[in-house]
């Protein structure tokens, strides 16, 4: 839906006619970022970033962030049906969700802006935890090493909006919750 910059998919630069499919592998250069969607899966992939998408044709089993910033929204999926989002140092399940990722060696970043996920510290058997967010309010870092059972912290709110969030919604057809949008206000009508 939106490209500036260098986008490769598959290892090939990609242009307005690409198609990314559900086990695609997207990378973004300096500079760049691409908009897209996967069946009722939408994302939006910041600069400098890597992932790898798992699943067939065009309906997601799972991804991985290996590096960089990652805006998703995932449709629902019937409860034999599991989504798996992986960072470098943790795994997400994902249950009809809005979440925004950043994947480093040393740490990832989560946000889970609307919805449910279940989160799972790699390198920690006892740092784990469901989150259950209306709007933001429990973003986490999890760690690649810590103390047993506090690989998982509290983190602030970090670059990511309510409006991308509406935006990449809408690609797949849906709002987000009513609960998450209550403080937006549509832009001016009279100028």
Not at 57 to 79: D, I, Y
Not at 117 to 146: C, F, M, Q, T, W
Request: with cysteine.
């Amino acid at each position: 839906y939106d490209m500036r910059g260098t986008v490769l998919v598959d290892g090939v630069k990609a242009n307005e006619d690409t198609v990314i499919k559900a086990s695609s592998k997207v990378e973004t250069k300096s500079g760049s970022h691409v908009v897209f969607v996967i069946g009722s899966d939408g994302h939006v992939l910041r600069e400098n970033s890597t992932v790898q998408f798992k699943g067939s044709e065009f309906f997601e089993e799972g991804l991985r962030l290996v590096t960089g910033k990652l805006l998703s929204v995932f449709g629902a999926r019937p409860k034999h049906q599991q989504h798996t989002l992986r960072t470098s140092t943790a795994t997400i399940g994902i249950r009809g969700t809005g979440v925004y990722t950043e994947s480093y060696e040393d740490a990832s970043y989560l946000c889970t802006c609307y919805g449910t996920v279940d989160l799972y510290a790699d390198n920690d058997d006892s740092s784990a935890e469901r989150i259950i967010s209306k709007k933001h309010e429990s973003p986490r870092y999890i760690l690649a090493n810590g103390n047993k059972g506090k690989f998982i912290e509290d983190a602030p709110i970090k670059n990511h909006s309510v409006e991308e969030l509406i935006l990449v919604e809408s690609l797949v057809g849906r709002k987000p919750p009513v609960s998450f949008v209550t403080d937006y206000s549509p832009p001016r009508e009279d100028y």
